[in-house]
């Protein structure tokens, strides 16, 4: 089995889309990532998070069926955990957050179990960069990859902070508008090399419903979105592409770019099942049947046949 | 030779980027659509147009010397050729239009001379959907094929009539929010379905810097653009798109999924060099090995092998 140390949020979701609402239900970045890696045969995903006591023993429970170590969810006595809820718009791209209360998440400092800290993959959700920070020096081991997830509001608030956990790490998922914004550069390959030159050999540049994209040095691919006839709640879909990316590296043993190619295309894949019901809903009963139908219709998506050398 | 008519404006353009400016150069959708499609072999493109006399022979000339036909490029008299003057901002993404002096093409009534009237593949570039209509219905056989480009202009001025012009089309391009616009559907898959129902077989989605995606019933196919240091001009992407698109397709003789598949992608590739310098210069030096090489780096790009029966 393979570690897979994931750190991230663990919340209380409320999600109103124009297709309905839900409670409160299980929710944050890691909860996605987890489920997302989960898929993968010889993986052992172990969140990193913090709740309160108000979060239920059956969302815990809920994610130990599914394979996930727990170990490393700290519960604190008396704390509320982080609640977000959000209003999606007609067009499902965009939405309104309704509350933000961070709670125990406010002074989240994760604490590695002993029994994670030689995990040789470790994805960091996307959390103040110190935080993140914390955990790379945690590991008794250097890492064979770390994957750090961030966004605009760190590069607005702690962008020294964020360029200094950036040369820990060896790859990084960010959107391409704070591609530009973190680089200067309008143009996502010239981002990417100058990202590059922060620190991370990987940049993964996601584009929500246009697909991702990698590059390392000179290389670069691109994995499309599947074209959906529903989004039903586009919550949770970053996370399941990080999710289902680490996971695919884990499983697959090695970091050459082939690897991190074909781990596109599963968090991809992985993505466009979360859409589909709210919350963690699909992702926690789709099927390795349905998993390689869908893979398949990405492949139908892409490929094409030219000979270029007639 | 396979004949493809190739019906759009012709055009002065000046053009201002953060790279520099142009005095007034050849542009409009014809000349873009028809270098692209002049570089298949067998493919006779010929332009229908309009120009003033103020229109320069060498310009004619240079169209002529690509291989491109325009004994369908009326020459009015005392007129003045369609002028356009647009700057583009920072990100490339967005334009500002400084001038648009419809002049001759204002009142713009193509004639199809009679060599051109039994061409199996008509190429309808962005123009009011009645001078569209007028042009299919000079034809004296029915093309294989009727391609259609057009824009939220007309669905906002003249959609009735656009509707009654659809009823007559094989494959529409327009991009993803006016397919959005037309069909009312926010989801791309539900738009293709619902246009599709509206006459076209084939539904063209461009969606820019993010690809290309085309609808046949149940089948999709995604072409990517090229991610690229650098955008040096935008002007004419489209339509360069178009042309290779229309230029393939004439060239390979038959309509099957298979064949639309690759006409996206030369159209893809083929626009990503026009964007590389100023109109359409980048586009008159293209050679074949520079294509060649293109289309393998699209091949790169998105191919990927997962085995999915393991």
Same mark, same amino acid.
């Given at each position: 089995?393979?570690?897979?140390?994931?750190? !991230?949020?663990?919340?209380?979701?409320?999600?109103?889309?124009?297709?309905?609402?839900?409670?409160?239900?299980?929710?944050?970045?890691? %909860?996605?990532?987890?489920?997302?890696?989960?898929?993968?045969?010889?993986?052992?995903?172990?969140?990193?998070?913090?709740?309160?006591?108000?979060? %239920?023993?059956?969302?815990?429970?809920?994610?130990?069926?599914?394979?996930?170590?727990?170990?490393?969810?700290?519960?604190?006595?008396?704390?509320?955990?982080?609640?977000?809820? !959000?209003?999606?718009?007609?067009?499902?791209?965009?939405?309104?957050?309704?509350?933000?209360?961070?709670?125990?998440?406010?002074?989240?400092?994760?604490?590695? %179990?002993?029994?994670?800290?030689?995990?040789?993959? +470790? =994805?960091?959700?996307?959390?103040?960069?110190?935080?993140?920070?914390?955990?790379? *020096?945690? =590991?008794?081991?250097?890492?064979?990859?770390?994957?750090?997830?961030? =966004?605009?509001?760190? =590069?607005?608030?702690?962008?020294? *902070?964020?360029?200094?956990?950036?040369?820990?790490?060896?790859?990084?998922?960010?959107?391409?508008?704070?591609?530009?914004?973190?680089?200067?550069?309008?143009?996502?390959?010239?981002?990417?090399?100058?990202?590059?030159?922060?620190? %991370?050999?990987?940049?993964?540049?996601?584009?929500?419903?246009?697909?991702?994209?990698?590059?390392?040095?000179?290389?670069?691919?691109?994995?499309?979105?599947?074209?959906?006839?529903?989004?039903?709640?586009?919550?949770?879909?970053?996370?399941?592409?990080?999710?289902?990316?680490?996971?695919?590296?884990?499983?697959?043993?090695?970091?050459?770019?082939?690897?991190?190619?074909?781990?596109?295309?599963?968090?991809?894949?992985?993505?466009?099942?979360?859409?589909?019901?709210?919350?963690?809903?699909?992702?926690?009963? +789709?099927?390795?049947?349905?998993?390689?139908?869908?893979?398949?219709?990405?492949?139908?998506?892409?490929?094409?046949?030219?000979?270029?050398?007639?």
């Amino acid at each position: 089995m393979s570690k897979l140390v994931i750190v !991230g949020s663990c919340a209380f979701d409320a999600i109103e889309t124009p297709f309905g609402k839900t409670d409160k239900i299980i929710g944050g970045a890691s %909860p996605y990532i987890g489920l997302a890696a989960a898929q993968f045969d010889n993986v052992d995903p172990a969140i990193v998070a913090v709740v309160g006591d108000d979060f %239920p023993q059956e969302y815990l429970d809920f994610l130990a069926e599914r394979g996930i170590n727990t170990d490393g969810i700290e519960v604190v006595k008396g704390g509320k955990t982080f609640f977000w809820s !959000g209003k999606y718009h007609n067009d499902m791209n965009s939405r309104d957050t309704l509350a933000t209360e961070l709670n125990v998440l406010a002074d989240f400092s994760p604490k590695v %179990p002993a029994s994670h800290k030689e995990a040789p993959i +470790v =994805m960091l959700g996307n959390l103040q960069p110190q935080v993140q920070l914390s955990v790379i *020096e945690q =590991m008794d081991v250097k890492p064979k990859l770390v994957i750090l997830d961030t =966004m605009n509001f760190w =590069m607005d608030i702690a962008l020294d *902070e964020l360029k200094t956990t950036l040369k820990k790490v060896d790859v990084i998922t960010i959107n391409d508008e704070e591609a530009r914004q973190l680089s200067g550069e309008y143009s996502l390959v010239t981002a990417a090399k100058k990202i590059h030159e922060m620190g %991370p050999k990987y940049v993964v540049i996601k584009k929500g419903e246009h697909g991702a994209l990698i590059f390392e040095g000179d290389k670069m691919f691109f994995a499309p979105a599947l074209p959906l006839s529903d989004v039903f709640d586009p919550t949770g879909a970053g996370d399941t592409f990080a999710g289902g990316f680490a996971g695919y590296i884990a499983q697959a043993g090695d970091t050459s770019f082939e690897t991190m190619k074909t781990a596109l295309i599963y968090g991809s894949c992985l993505a466009s099942f979360t859409v589909e019901k709210f919350g963690t809903e699909r992702l926690q009963s +789709v099927t390795p049947e349905e998993i390689k139908e869908r893979l398949h219709q990405f492949k139908q998506l892409v490929q094409f046949d030219i000979n270029i050398n007639d």
